[in-house]
């Protein structure tokens, strides 16, 4: 099994963790780094195991026929990773298309 992120999402992770800090939502910079780098760590440790969804309709501008997990973080805020699954010389591979947490997308799904 391999977990890969199209460019736009490995550039919105990265980008992430400068608004983190940047907003004050992490009073350290490396917090904010620490933060993003778990949440992807977590996404690649468990998304075979998470039980997933087919992704709605509204969501087709990132990829078609997407399956979607949420992971919690914390009480407040949770990440949904979109993603389609696929097999390359017989191996799975989970390509994450988008991610966005519970602020901007929750009325979508």
């Known amino acids: 099994m391999k977990v890969t992120a ?3 999402v490995q550039h919105y992770l990265e980008g992430l ?3 983190l800090f940047e907003e004050e939502y992490f009073g350290f ?13 977590d996404i690649v440790e468990t998304i075979a195991i ?9 969501f087709d501008k ?4 997407m399956e979607y997990v949420v992971f919690r973080k914390n009480k407040h805020t949770s990440w949904y990773v979109f993603f389609r699954v696929y097999k390359k010389n ?14 901007s997308i929750a009325q979508y799904c």
Do not use: W
């Not at 910079?29 to 992807?40: R, W």
């Not at 998470?50 to 509204?58: E, N, R, T």
């Not at 017989?90 to 602020?103: D, G, K, L, P, V």
């Open 6 to 8: 199209i460019p736009k």
């Open 17 to 19: 963790k400068k608004v």
């Open 29 to 41: 910079e490396e917090s904010a780094i620490k933060y993003v780098n778990d949440l992807f760590d």
């Open 50 to 58: 998470c039980p997933s969804k087919p992704a709605p309709k509204y």
């Open 62 to 65: 990132y990829g078609k026929n």
């Open 90 to 103: 017989n191996e799975i591979i989970y390509q994450i298309r988008y991610i966005a947490n519970n602020h």
